[in-house]
């Protein structure tokens, strides 16, 4: 199995513009986590879906931040408008079969995000 | 409300053993994960503890005292490569609370 993909490795965009995260999950996995991690503030759960349903999403910062999961292979972390602040690593975690956040979660690679 | 607590940093030498400490304080805890991360690197899984006790995985063990609301992650002979951060993640009524990570450098 090739892992828990993301896309893109680095992005660097402009104050304001839209920024679109992807990650595809574990064959097999139902539960999908993203994150954001810097060095400030460490690494934060932003949102936690099971079975392509958000679960948790009281990590999500503010309204600018919208995530999906359409289906159980894809989902996107959306940044519209983006701001400075929002600069960090990005990542993708899913994890396998119970359904819940007791089962161990395998991380992607991370997108950093650089908003100038 | 939930709060995890870990040491900042630590220093240890090569082939010795360290201890970092976590000690959390959440209400429904189910248990706790260890996870390493190397810089510029995603986590990477190294314990879940559930139950009280010590779990051995060759030259890393956790420990869990639910009673203390305590655990440690012991790593033996130390290797250069052990240098990296140490999260420890707290498991409640389905929701996670992240401890602050410990770096740790490994000296020659």
């Known amino acids: 199995d090739a892992g828990v993909i993301q896309s893109p490795r680095h992005e660097v965009t402009e104050m304001g513009q839209e920024v679109t995260l992807r990650c595809k999950p574990i064959s097999g996995h139902n539960s999908l986590f993203w994150y954001r991690q810097t060095m400030m503030r460490g690494l934060e759960l932003l949102i936690y879906?099971?079975?392509?349903?958000?679960?948790?999403d009281s990590g999500m910062p503010e309204d600018r931040f919208s995530a999906k999961m359409p289906n159980a292979s894809f989902s996107t972390l959306k940044i519209q408008p983006s701001e400075p602040r929002d600069s960090a690593v990005y990542f993708c975690?899913?994890?396998?079969?119970?359904?819940?956040?007791?089962?161990?979660?395998?991380f992607g690679p991370g997108t950093r995000l650089t908003v100038l | 409300g939930q709060n995890i607590d870990q040491p900042t940093e630590m220093t240890a030498t090569e082939g010795a053993i360290v201890q970092i400490n976590c000690t959390y304080q959440?209400?429904?805890?189910?248990?706790l994960f260890w996870y390493q991360q190397h810089a510029g690197e995603a986590p990477t899984f190294l314990s879940y503890?559930?139950?009280?006790g010590l779990e051995e995985k060759g030259r890393f063990s956790s420990f869990l005292s639910r009673s203390k609301g305590y655990s440690y992650l012991l790593l033996k002979e130390l290797q250069m490569k052990d240098s990296a951060s140490y999260l420890c993640?707290?498991?409640?009524?389905?929701?996670?609370?992240f401890g602050g990570g410990t770096r740790l450098m490994v000296k020659p």
């Open positions: 975690a899913t994890a396998g079969t119970s359904g819940s956040s007791t089962d161990t979660q395998y």
């Open positions: 503890n559930v139950l009280d």
């Open positions: 959440t209400s429904g805890f189910n248990g």
């Open positions: 879906f099971n079975n392509n349903v958000p679960i948790d």
């Open positions: 993640i707290g498991n409640a009524g389905n929701m996670l609370t």
